[in-house]
Nanobody, 118 residues
Framework: DVQLVESGGGLVQAGGSLRLSCAASGFTFDDFAIVWFRQAPGKEREGVSCTTSDGTTSYPASVKGRFTISSDNAKNTVYLQMNSLKPEDTAVYYC????????????WGQGTLVTVSS
């Protein structure tokens, strides 16, 4: 089965850090762009990072300088290091595989909840 499983979410105080993990099974990351996106209640889905097989990364202004995406190909796992968290970062975070960063969504995980308290 093709699957993405996220972990690492939780409750953290504003200014704190969390690292999310995304483990893939049934496929390898090399074939896809991996995107972390988030969705807060009542808000639209927002992409927060993307990494491609050549190591290119991208971030929106809302998280640039605070979030870092990285991958461990040996473990077929992608990480999202989130620092200087703000209450507005509260959301369910999803890991997903796309044909390219702005391409078509192919696979997504079940999500992990991140709650940032003020």
């Amino acid at each position: 089965d093709v699957q993405l499983v996220e972990s690492g979410g939780g409750l953290v105080q504003a200014g704190g850090s969390l690292r999310l993990s995304c483990a893939a099974s049934g496929f390898t990351f090399d074939d896809f762009a991996i995107v972390w996106f988030r969705q807060a209640p009542g808000k639209e889905r927002e992409g927060v990072s993307c990494t491609t097989s050549d190591g290119t990364t991208s971030y929106p202004a809302s998280v640039k300088g605070r979030f870092t995406i990285s991958s461990d190909n040996a473990k077929n796992t992608v990480y999202l290091q989130m620092n200087s968290l703000k209450p507005e970062d509260t959301a369910v975070y999803y890991c997903s595989a796309w044909t390219r960063c702005d391409g078509d969504l192919e696979v997504w995980g079940q999500g992990t909840l991140v709650t940032v308290s003020s």
